[in-house]
């Protein structure tokens, strides 16, 4: 599941989060609700301050920008290394 990498990144940033699952055998993924968060109907969506944030190379950026010991800074040289694993 593409949600795991981003729950293991929050557990390992110690980032407080809660997790509401989507019930993909009733395919709520593609409910009015979930598309009103993630227009795609993909899972998984990370609900932010600034609003959902979706696909998980997306997730996982906002979350290195904001808690920057998970990921190279965006100055740093080793930025473009760390970014060919996403």
Known sequence: NASLIVRLTLE???IPYETRLVDRRAKAQRGAAYRALNPKGLIPT??????PIFETGAILLWLADRHGELFP???SPARGKALKWF
Do not use: I, R
């Open 12 to 14: 390992q940033g110690q």
């Open 46 to 51: 990370l609900e932010t301050p600034e609003g």
């Open 73 to 75: 800074a965006p100055a």
